[in-house]
């Protein structure tokens, strides 16, 4: 059973409460007229106004679908009921503040410390969830990597491993995308997440950085790039489909952990930080392809009819997936930041990508007996040749359950059918790629980080590089070992 504590800071949480209808705190309604015996002065600030789709669903009818125009808080398609526990205010910086904005990683460090020194944040706001799980099987933590979230949620990350050693920490660090038109503010973010990729792969089990503003984007996507309502759609689609086999009931065969999936991907140990793609298909569609017992079309099943991508087809045999392809060409939306620099600098280079470790989830109607049959043939074989021959360490994992967009989920996705579900193919990978992400991270903290911590946090950042840079091989070279 999940358990979620949110920190944001004030103003952050828009119009939601944190005791709210189905919770009542009512010692601490009591215990606040003990401390003072005497007159008192209340200040209140305007109350931030629930969006029309709250506001129609708190009074019981049928509530319109949010738009872009209403939808200023994430608070504002969220219609679930959050334990009091679970909502925690920062009040030492304010939402969007121009006066003391919350951009610097230090100012996350620094905020922590302070934080935990006068309260101990893990014993006062998490370790009343963990005592109720009987098998924990790890942790996640959301994070904006690239501002002071990133000095924030690291700090945060490294009290959890120190408290909580075996237990697995997954750390999704969420990146702006959004171009930055000034030069200093770009330096900052390069900087803060140079940072935190440097830190949080220290501590988590694995840490994935992921792009919410992706610098391509298939044609059967409609992305309003300045919405967060809309990116964040984007990402919640890859990460609850990847994290899937996780979330399986226990009598399902096809059901993992979080360590086994760490198991595939951190080959050599020292592989902590992973690479996520996906792509989306319309369900009625692959249905029907995978159907057909005669010679399938050759028309695209992603959700439009994007005729540039290279559409996954039962006579395929599901081969293309094998390809150690882990640009994830093959995958419609890579949230790796910087990819296509990176792609351009291995091409200039004579290089090719190598993989090392991939999870591979495909969820909805790819559960074709032909396909099945197929897999589970031949996957443990692969298994065994790629070790042998050093190859990468592929795990796929399958389910029926399509993926559902409720009825606050934008219309980023063309061609969806009427029931809401998508099919959605989605892989996590270590690959050689990282290297050239940590490299570019490194020359920019060699030109913005003061020398007291430039030393360490570049050489650093050189040896989580060296990492994913064994099994790199020049274009040149045949491929022999086949």
Known sequence: ???????????????????????????????????????????????????????????????????????????????????????????????????????????????????????????????LWVEECDQMQGVQVFTGSDDAWGGFASRYVERLRDEYGKVGIWVWGIEDGQEQRQKDKRLLKATNAARALHDLSTYASHYTPISNNPSHLPEYMSLNRMSKWHTSALLATAVESVGLPCRLRGDNHRRTTLNDFAAVLNINGNQRITQLTFSVLNPRVLRDKLGQDNEPSHSDIRTGNSQHSHALTPEDGLEACDVADVAGTYLDVNLFEDMSDTMMSLKKSGKTAHVFGRVEILRGPFADHRIEAQYDDDDEHRRKRRRLHGMSVLERYRSSLAFEMLDTFPGIFDGVSESGLVAVQASLSTSSIVAERVRSLQRVVARTVGLDEREALSNGLGEIAEAYEEGWRSGSEGDSDD
């Open 1 to 127: 059973m999940p358990r979620t504590v949110i920190y944001d800071l004030k103003g952050g949480f828009g119009s939601l409460k944190r005791v709210n209808e189905l919770y009542e705190l009512e010692s601490e309604a009591q215990g606040r007229g003990a401390v003072w015996t005497g007159p008192t002065v209340i200040s209140t600030a305007p109350p931030i106004q629930p969006s029309p789709y709250l506001a129609s669903l708190s009074a019981g009818g049928i509530p319109p679908r949010p738009t872009i125009s209403t939808v200023k808080y994430w608070s504002d398609f969220s219609h679930l009921y959050y334990h009091p526990r679970s909502i925690v205010q920062l009040n030492d910086y304010s939402l969007g503040s121009s006066i003391q904005p919350f951009e610097d990683y230090t100012s996350g460090d620094e905020l922590f410390d302070s934080l935990d020194k006068e309260h101990d944040l893990l014993d006062r706001d998490l370790r």
